[in-house]
C-alpha cells in the first residue's frame, strides 16, 4: 500500500528522515517495500508559454517552438504533435535533471539550435494516474490557470514533489490497510502521540431509519453479509474533487475520477474499508437486496465487461436485477455520472473467503476485493459511512439527508483476554515488568483493565496470549533481545515402529522385483464403475466426493487402492511391459460416520497395495509374500479365510488374514471383469496389507526361548472331508485343541479320488507336540489325538482316513 508521508503526518508527529522512518516501521512489522521520492531528482524545469510554432525547414517530423519562460524566450526544437500555440507547458532548460537520470543540454537538430526540451509526465517522474487527462507519450499540456506560474520551478507549481512509502502489509493486519492504521504503527513505533483525527467519528450520534428517501434494505443471506449502511444524499453537484484529495489519492496510486467518487477512494484509504456510491435512479423501487446470485446471471462491471456469476457468489441488488458485485465492483448500471443527483452511500462488510473465490471467479481483483478479503471488522462500516458524508459537507457537494439504514444481524463482540506477564516473558525470553507491558499494550489502543485486556475491534488478528506476545515484543524491539546459547537436552533422532515397520516392508517388496509407485489420492465415478466398487454397498453412503474438484477425474477421494493401482497396472500393460511388479504405500478416505459433511475429518487409513501379472505369478507367489510381510511384522498368529464378496476380486481366487474380527490383508485375483474394463488381457493378482494394523499386532521384539531339553513326538494324521472345507478350518480346530503343547503344524499333503467319493478330498498333516516341563508319553499324545479326531468329526464332518 502507498502512503505519502505528509498525509502520515496528520496522525502523529513524524520528525526523522524518511528513510530513517522506513527503517523503523519495517522493524515493529510495517514492512517498507519501496520509498518514492517525487520530484526530488527532478532539476532545472519550469513552466513555459508556447509562443510560436513554425515547421523546421530541414525535416518534415520536426517543429520549432519558441517558448517563454518568463525571464527569457527558448528555442525549442520538437517532434512532439500534441502541441499548439498558448499551450502551457514544463520545459527543461540547458543543464537540466530528469526521472530516469536523463540529462538535458541544449544543442543542434538538424541543423537548427534547441535550447532545451518540453517534458511528458513520465519524464518528471509521473504517470498517468496523477494527472489522468495528459496522453502517455505526449507533452505535459498544463491548465491555462498555470499560466500565472510562467518562469517559476515546475516541481513548485505542480507541486509534485513528494516523499511516498510502499509498505508490504500481511494479510493479518487489515487495519494497517488504511492510512489511519500506518499512522497508529508509525506513532507506536516512533514514541510519538497519536492524534486520531478522526476519533469524533465513534461518537457520531445517527438516527437508525428503516427507510430514508425511500430506500430499504434487506439482507437475504448474513452469512454472506455482516452489515450493511445505507446513507443518502441529495441535490449532488458533480465536479471534480479539490487539489488537496486529488494529490493524495494519486500519491497512492488512485486514478482521480470526480467529487463522488473520489470521496469514496478517499474514504477507503483512510479508513481501510471500500465503500460505494450508487446513483439512486438506478436502483428499482430503491430497493436494496444482497443476496446469492441467482445460477448463470450476468452483470457488467463498471469496465464494461459481462461477467457471469454462480450461486455462491453474493450481489447488491435491486427488486429486478443485480447493481454490484458484493465487495468486488459496481455494476455499470448504477454508476454515478454527470447528471445524477441523489447518491445512496454504500458501507457493508462482507464475508472474506467468499469475496475472494468470487474474485477468483469472475476473474476481476480490485482495491476493494483485496481489502474485503483479508477480514475486515464490522464496527469499522459506520465510522466510514459517517466520514464520506463529512467530506461531503465539507467539500459541498451535496445535502446529507439525516438518518440512515443499518441492518446489523450479529453485532461483533470485542475481545477479551486476560494478562499472563510471566507467561508473556515466558514465550519472549525477556524480563519485562507488569507496567512495561501495559505501556506498550495501551499505545495500541488494548484497554487494560486489573488482568483483562479488551482488544479494540479492528484488531481481529489478537486472539490470545501468544498474539499479545507477540503485540509486545515488535514494539520492545527485536534487536533488543539477548544472544543466548540453546538450552537444551539434545537427543538421538530415531525412526519409530510404524517407520522402521515401513522400511522393512519396502526392502522386502524391492528385494522380490516389485517397484514403487505414488499416485494421487483422487479418483473419478468412472474410476469407482470400472472397479465394480459401486456393487459394493460398503461404499455407497462413506465415499467422499469433493466440492471444488480440479477435474472430473480428481472428484472423488480414492476409498480403496484398487483404482489408481489398475490405472498404473493398465498403462504398463498398454506399453507392452509383459511382466510387472508394483507396490504403493498410500492413504485411503472414507466417511464411515457420515459426518464429513458437518465438519468431521474423514476416516484415512494407510495400506501397502501389491499388484503383479506376468511372469508366472499366481495366487500362491502372493500369498507367500503376504504371509513373509507379516512375518517381518513379527505377526504369528492369524487366521486364513476365503473371501467371496468383494465385486472388485475374483470370487473363488481371494482370501482375507485377519486377528480376531480384525482384516489385516485380503489379497487374490482381480476380478476379470474389472481388468476387461481396463483392457488388460493378463490375469491381475493384488493385495491390500493394513499398515496401522500391521504394526498394532505386530510385537516390537523378537523372543528368544533356549533349545527344548525334552523330545518332540511327532504324529501324522491324513483325513477325508468335503471338498469346500478349507484347510483354515482345520487347523483353527487342530489348534484350538492342543494349543499348550502342539510346536508345530504342517500340511504336506492333499489328495483326491474317485476312491474318496463324490467332491471329498484327502488332507494329511504332520503334526510335533512338545512341553518345557518334560517328555510327553505315549499315552498323552494319544489322548491328544484322539481328542482332535473327535473334534474334526464333531465340527467339521471329518473321517479318518484309514
Given at each position: 500500500?502507498?502512503?505519502?508521508?505528509?498525509?502520515?503526518?496528520?496522525?502523529?508527529?513524524?520528525?526523522?528522515?524518511?528513510?530513517?522512518?522506513?527503517?523503523?516501521?519495517?522493524?515493529?512489522?510495517?514492512?517498507?517495500?519501496?520509498?518514492?521520492?517525487?520530484?526530488?531528482?527532478?532539476?532545472?524545469?519550469?513552466?513555459?508559454?508556447?509562443?510560436?510554432?513554425?515547421?523546421?525547414?530541414?525535416?518534415?517530423?520536426?517543429?520549432?517552438?519558441?517558448?517563454?519562460?518568463?525571464?527569457?524566450?527558448?528555442?525549442?526544437?520538437?517532434?512532439?504533435?500534441?502541441?499548439?500555440?498558448?499551450?502551457?507547458?514544463?520545459?527543461?532548460?540547458?543543464?537540466?535533471?530528469l526521472?530516469?537520470?536523463?540529462?538535458?543540454?541544449?544543442g543542434?537538430?538538424?541543423?537548427?539550435?534547441?535550447?532545451?526540451?518540453?517534458?511528458?509526465?513520465?519524464?518528471?517522474?509521473?504517470?498517468?494516474?496523477?494527472?489522468?487527462?495528459?496522453?502517455?507519450?505526449?507533452?505535459?499540456?498544463?491548465?491555462?490557470?498555470?499560466?500565472?506560474?510562467?518562469?517559476?520551478?515546475?516541481?513548485?507549481?505542480?507541486?509534485?514533489?513528494?516523499?511516498?512509502?510502499?509498505?508490504?502489509?500481511?494479510?493479518?493486519?487489515?487495519?494497517?490497510?488504511?492510512?489511519?492504521?500506518?499512522?497508529?504503527?508509525?506513532?507506536?513505533?516512533?514514541?510519538?502521540?497519536?492524534?486520531?483525527?478522526?476519533?469524533?467519528?465513534?461518537?457520531?450520534?445517527?438516527?437508525?431509519?428503516?427507510?430514508?428517501?425511500?430506500?430499504?434494505?434487506?439482507?437475504?443471506?448474513?452469512?454472506?453479509?455482516?452489515?450493511?449502511?445505507?446513507?443518502?444524499?441529495?441535490?449532488?453537484?458533480?465536479?471534480?474533487?479539490?487539489?488537496?484529495?486529488?494529490?493524495?489519492?494519486?500519491?497512492?496510486?488512485?486514478?482521480?475520477?470526480?467529487?463522488?467518487v473520489?470521496?469514496?477512494?478517499?474514504?477507503?484509504?483512510?479508513?481501510?474499508?471500500?465503500?460505494?456510491?450508487?446513483?439512486?435512479?438506478?436502483?428499482?423501487?430503491?430497493?436494496?437486496?444482497?443476496?446469492r446470485?441467482?445460477?448463470d446471471?450476468v452483470i457488467?462491471?463498471?469496465?464494461?465487461?459481462?461477467?457471469?456469476?454462480?450461486?455462491?457468489?453474493?450481489?447488491?441488488?435491486?427488486?429486478?436485477?443485480?447493481?454490484?458485485?458484493?465487495?468486488?465492483?459496481?455494476?455499470?448500471?448504477?454508476?454515478?455520472?454527470?447528471?445524477?443527483?441523489?447518491?445512496?452511500?454504500?458501507?457493508?462488510?462482507?464475508?472474506?473467503?467468499?469475496?475472494?473465490?468470487?474474485?477468483?471467479k469472475?476473474?476481476?481483483?480490485?482495491?476493494?476485493?483485496?481489502?474485503?478479503e483479508?477480514?475486515?471488522?464490522?464496527?469499522?462500516?459506520?465510522?466510514?459511512?459517517?466520514r464520506?458524508?463529512?467530506?461531503?459537507?465539507?467539500?459541498?457537494?451535496?445535502?446529507?439527508?439525516?438518518?440512515?439504514?443499518?441492518?446489523?444481524?450479529?453485532p461483533?463482540?470485542?475481545?477479551?483476554?486476560?494478562?499472563?506477564?510471566?507467561?508473556?516473558?515466558?514465550?519472549?525470553?525477556?524480563?519485562?515488568?507488569?507496567?512495561?507491558?501495559?505501556?506498550?499494550?495501551?499505545?495500541?489502543?488494548?484497554?487494560?483493565?486489573?488482568?483483562?485486556l479488551?482488544?479494540?475491534?479492528?484488531?481481529?488478528?489478537?486472539?490470545?496470549?501468544?498474539?499479545?506476545?507477540?503485540?509486545?515484543?515488535?514494539?520492545?524491539?527485536?534487536?533488543?533481545?539477548?544472544?543466548?546459547?540453546?538450552?537444551?537436552?539434545?537427543?538421538?533422532?530415531?525412526?519409530?515402529?510404524?517407520?522402521?515397520?515401513?522400511?522393512?516392508?519396502?526392502?522386502?517388496?524391492?528385494?522380490n522385483?516389485?517397484?514403487?509407485?505414488?499416485?494421487?489420492?483422487?479418483?473419478?465415478?468412472?474410476?469407482?464403475?470400472?472397479?465394480?466398487?459401486?456393487?459394493?454397498?460398503?461404499?455407497?453412503?462413506?465415499?467422499?466426493?469433493?466440492?471444488?474438484p480440479?477435474?472430473?477425474?480428481?472428484?472423488?477421494?480414492?476409498?480403496?487402492?484398487?483404482?489408481t493401482?489398475?490405472?498404473?497396472?493398465?498403462?504398463?500393460?498398454?506399453?507392452?511391459?509383459?511382466?510387472?511388479?508394483?507396490?504403493?504405500?498410500?492413504?485411503?478416505?472414507?466417511?464411515?460416520?457420515?459426518?464429513?459433511?458437518?465438519?468431521?475429518?474423514?476416516?484415512?487409513?494407510?495400506?501397502?497395495?501389491?499388484?503383479?501379472?506376468?511372469?508366472?505369478?499366481?495366487?500362491?507367489?502372493?500369498?507367500?509374500l503376504?504371509?513373509?510381510?507379516?512375518?517381518?511384522?513379527?505377526i504369528?498368529?492369524?487366521?486364513v479365510?476365503?473371501?467371496?464378496?468383494?465385486?472388485?476380486?475374483?470370487?473363488?481366487?481371494?482370501?482375507?488374514?485377519?486377528?480376531?474380527?480384525?482384516?489385516?490383508?485380503?489379497?487374490?485375483?482381480?476380478?476379470?471383469?474389472?481388468?476387461?474394463?481396463?483392457?488388460?488381457?493378463?490375469?491381475?493378482?493384488?493385495a491390500?496389507?493394513?499398515?496401522?494394523?500391521?504394526?498394532?499386532?505386530?510385537?516390537?521384539?523378537?523372543?528368544?526361548?533356549?533349545?527344548?531339553?525334552?523330545?518332540?513326538?511327532e504324529?501324522?494324521?491324513?483325513?477325508?472331508?468335503?471338498?469346500?472345507?478349507?484347510?483354515?478350518?482345520?487347523?483353527?480346530?487342530?489348534?484350538?485343541?492342543?494349543?499348550?503343547?502342539?510346536?508345530?503344524?504342517?500340511?504336506?499333503?492333499?489328495?483326491?479320488?474317485?476312491?474318496?467319493?463324490?467332491?471329498?478330498?484327502?488332507?494329511?498333516?504332520?503334526?510335533?507336540?512338545?512341553?518345557?516341563?518334560?517328555?510327553?508319553?505315549?499315552?498323552e499324545?494319544?489322548?491328544?489325538m484322539?481328542?482332535?479326531?473327535?473334534?474334526?468329526?464333531?465340527e467339521?464332518?471329518?473321517?479318518?482316513?484309514?
Amino acid at each position: 500500500m502507498k502512503v505519502s508521508v505528509e498525509w502520515l503526518k496528520e496522525y502523529t508527529n513524524i520528525d526523522v528522515p524518511v528513510r530513517e522512518l522506513a527503517d523503523r516501521m519495517t522493524m515493529t512489522g510495517s514492512k517498507v517495500e519501496e520509498i518514492y521520492e517525487k520530484g526530488k531528482d527532478i532539476k532545472k524545469v519550469v513552466v513555459g508559454k508556447i509562443l510560436k510554432i513554425t515547421k523546421h525547414p530541414n525535416a518534415d517530423k520536426l517543429i520549432v517552438t519558441k517558448i517563454d519562460i518568463g525571464n527569457e524566450t527558448l528555442q525549442i526544437v520538437t517532434a512532439a504533435t500534441n502541441v499548439e500555440e498558448d499551450d502551457i507547458v514544463p520545459v527543461a532548460v540547458d543543464g537540466a535533471e530528469l526521472a530516469g537520470d536523463i540529462k538535458i543540454k541544449k544543442g543542434l537538430l538538424r541543423g537548427v539550435e534547441s535550447q532545451g526540451m518540453m517534458c511528458s509526465v513520465s519524464e518528471l517522474g509521473l504517470g498517468i494516474n496523477d494527472f489522468p487527462n495528459q496522453i502517455e507519450d505526449g507533452i505535459m499540456i498544463l491548465p491555462k490557470e498555470y499560466e500565472k506560474f510562467i518562469g517559476m520551478n515546475a516541481v513548485e507549481a505542480l507541486n509534485i514533489e513528494e516523499e511516498v512509502l510502499d509498505f508490504e502489509i500481511t494479510s493479518n493486519r487489515p487495519d494497517c490497510f488504511s492510512v489511519e492504521g500506518l499512522g497508529r504503527e508509525a506513532a507506536v513505533t516512533l514514541g510519538k502521540e497519536f492524534k486520531a483525527p478522526h476519533k469524533h467519528l465513534d461518537d457520531v450520534k445517527v438516527e437508525n431509519k428503516k427507510e430514508i428517501e425511500g430506500v430499504k434494505v434487506e439482507i437475504v443471506d448474513p452469512d454472506l453479509c455482516y452489515r450493511y449502511i445505507a446513507r443518502v444524499v441529495k441535490d449532488v453537484k458533480i465536479a471534480p474533487s479539490p487539489e488537496w484529495m486529488q494529490r493524495r489519492l494519486r500519491a497512492c496510486g488512485i486514478k482521480v475520477i470526480n467529487n463522488i467518487v473520489d470521496i469514496t477512494n478517499y474514504v477507503s484509504l483512510e479508513l481501510g474499508q471500500p465503500m460505494h456510491a450508487f446513483d439512486i435512479n438506478s436502483i428499482a423501487e430503491k430497493h436494496i437486496i444482497v443476496r446469492r446470485a441467482k445460477k448463470d446471471e450476468v452483470i457488467t462491471t463498471l469496465d464494461g465487461e459481462d461477467r457471469a456469476l454462480g450461486e455462491d457468489n453474493l450481489v447488491i441488488a435491486d427488486s429486478k436485477k443485480p447493481v454490484a458485485i458484493a465487495g468486488v465492483m459496481g455494476g455499470l448500471n448504477s454508476e454515478i455520472e454527470e447528471n445524477t443527483t441523489t447518491v445512496v452511500f454504500e458501507s457493508a462488510v462482507f464475508n472474506g473467503g467468499n469475496v475472494r473465490l468470487t474474485a477468483k471467479k469472475v476473474g476481476l481483483r480490485t482495491e476493494a476485493s483485496s481489502r474485503y478479503e483479508k477480514g475486515l471488522p464490522p464496527e469499522l462500516a459506520l465510522r466510514v459511512v459517517n466520514r464520506a458524508v463529512e467530506l461531503v459537507e465539507e467539500m459541498g457537494a451535496g445535502t446529507v439527508v439525516p438518518g440512515m439504514v443499518d441492518v446489523y444481524p450479529a453485532p461483533q463482540k470485542q475481545n477479551k483476554i486476560k494478562l499472563d506477564v510471566k507467561r508473556v516473558n515466558d514465550l519472549l525470553g525477556t524480563s519485562l515488568s507488569k507496567e512495561e507491558m501495559i505501556k506498550i499494550l495501551e499505545s495500541l489502543e488494548i484497554k487494560v483493565q486489573g488482568e483483562e485486556l479488551t482488544i479494540p475491534y479492528f484488531r481481529q488478528d489478537i486472539e490470545g496470549i501468544a498474539d499479545i506476545a507477540e503485540e509486545v515484543l515488535r514494539i520492545y524491539g527485536y534487536d533488543k533481545l539477548g544472544s543466548t546459547l540453546i538450552n537444551a537436552q539434545s537427543t538421538a533422532g530415531g525412526k519409530n515402529k510404524r517407520q522402521d515397520l515401513e522400511d522393512r516392508i519396502k526392502m522386502l517388496l524391492v528385494d522380490n522385483g516389485y517397484s514403487e509407485m505414488y499416485s494421487y489420492g483422487f479418483i473419478s465415478e468412472k474410476d469407482m464403475s470400472k472397479c465394480n466398487i459401486l456393487k459394493d454397498g460398503t461404499f455407497e453412503k462413506s465415499v467422499i466426493k469433493l466440492k471444488n474438484p480440479l477435474g472430473e477425474d480428481f472428484s472423488i477421494m480414492r476409498p480403496i487402492m484398487l483404482p489408481t493401482t489398475m490405472q498404473s497396472i493398465a498403462t504398463n500393460y498398454s506399453r507392452k511391459n509383459a511382466n510387472v511388479k508394483l507396490f504403493e504405500i498410500g492413504r485411503t478416505f472414507m466417511d464411515i460416520r457420515g459426518e464429513v459433511e458437518k465438519g468431521e475429518l474423514p476416516e484415512e487409513l494407510t495400506n501397502i497395495a501389491i499388484a503383479t501379472y506376468g511372469n508366472k505369478e499366481d495366487f500362491y507367489t502372493l500369498k507367500n509374500l503376504v504371509e513373509n510381510i507379516l512375518e517381518i511384522s513379527n505377526i504369528k498368529r492369524y487366521d486364513v479365510e476365503k473371501e467371496n464378496n468383494l465385486p472388485y476380486m475374483h470370487p473363488g481366487k481371494t482370501a482375507k488374514l485377519s486377528i480376531g474380527k480384525d482384516v489385516i490383508a485380503i489379497f487374490g485375483e482381480v476380478n476379470p471383469e474389472v481388468c476387461t474394463n481396463y483392457g488388460i488381457g493378463e490375469q491381475v493378482y493384488f493385495a491390500v496389507l493394513d499398515l496401522e494394523k500391521l504394526v498394532r499386532y505386530g510385537k516390537d521384539k523378537k523372543t528368544y526361548a533356549p533349545i527344548p531339553k525334552y523330545p518332540a513326538v511327532e504324529r501324522d494324521i491324513a483325513m477325508i472331508v468335503d471338498e469346500d472345507i478349507e484347510v483354515g478350518a482345520i487347523e483353527k480346530v487342530i489348534g484350538k485343541r492342543c494349543k499348550n503343547i502342539l510346536e508345530d503344524m504342517e500340511l504336506f499333503d492333499i489328495y483326491r479320488s474317485e476312491k474318496l467319493g463324490e467332491n471329498k478330498k484327502s488332507v494329511a498333516y504332520s503334526l510335533k507336540f512338545r512341553t518345557m516341563e518334560k517328555t510327553l508319553t505315549d499315552d498323552e499324545v494319544n489322548g491328544m489325538m484322539t481328542a482332535i479326531i473327535g473334534d474334526l468329526e464333531k465340527e467339521l464332518g471329518a473321517e479318518l482316513r484309514k
